[in-house]
């Protein structure tokens, strides 16, 4: 229920080929309130959840770009992280750079080709409720390169890594100062087509997955892993109806 310390995800956002639909498609979903900023932030949408900032949506860049959901980690030096993914043989596709007075941020590709971004808070400091219905509860990161990725995020957050198992398939726990922040799982089986590149995938906490799952479903989403019961509760993945790719999770906790 608290904003992140420096080396954990504190941001989601959304680049959408709709942001109107996508506005409707969640706030329905999560019971989100949509905050729109003037023409100064681009009509940047800031979703509320209890009057808090849980999520963000914006408009696509360009043609190419698909409508998906980006992760942000905290950072107190987005400066010095991108300095770091250089070192680390990754790439900086947006420098950083000061959002008004609200923040700082850049964004990356890890060097597998998985994109994420930094926030350097300002007077915007990110989210501000986690693991509850209807917020961010969970980042994985899906790759094809296991040990790279271990390597990269490991010099550039800071990050140590142990092994856990989920449902009996092998996971990788993220830790920071010994508290788990993320996650990271290969891209094996029939669930990760060969077209799909490496990604972050942001969980979202439900009450129940099965009815929030037919209920994404009957707003026009898809439903691409049924909910499914793991050893930390219930959960499916899905996408809105642009696309974009989000899991949803009824945690044990």
């Known amino acids: 229920m608290t904003v992140p310390s420096p080396g954990a995800p504190n941001w989601v956002d959304l680049a959408t080929a709709d942001v109107d639909d996508a506005i409707r498609f969640y706030s329905q979903l999560f019971g989100w309130t949509a905050q729109i900023s003037g023409d100064d932030f681009g009509g940047y949408t800031t979703f509320l959840l209890n009057g808090l900032p849980v999520a963000g949506a914006g408009p696509l860049f360009g043609r190419d770009q698909p409508t998906a959901w980006s992760s942000y980690i905290a950072t107190a030096d987005a400066d010095m992280v991108a300095a770091r993914v250089e070192a680390a043989q990754g790439k900086v596709l947006v420098p950083p750079f000061d959002v008004m007075d609200q923040g700082r941020m850049a964004a990356f590709l890890d060097p597998a080709g998985a994109p994420f971004s930094v926030w350097e808070p300002g007077t915007m400091r990110g989210a501000e409720v986690f693991d509850v219905p209807g917020a961010l ?39 920071r100062e010994r508290a788990p922040v993320a996650g990271m799982q290969l891209m094996v089986g029939s669930g990760f087509p060969d077209d799909l590149p490496p990604h972050w995938l942001v969980y979202f ?29 219930r959960y499916a993945v899905l996408t809105d109806p642009q696309g974009g790719m989000f899991a949803i999770l009824n945690n044990r906790r």
Request: glycine residues 12%; hydrophobic residues 40%.
């Open 137 to 175: 509860t969970w980042n994985e990161l899906n790759t094809r390169d296991l040990e790279g990725a271990m390597a990269f995020y490991g010099a550039v957050f800071g990050w140590s890594f142990r092994e856990a198992h989920v449902s009996g398939l092998p996971y990788v726990m993220c830790d």
């Open 205 to 233: 906490a439900v009450g129940n997955c099965d009815a929030a799952a037919e209920h994404a479903y009957q707003l026009g989403g898809r439903i691409l892993q049924p909910p499914t019961t793991i050893s930390v509760g």
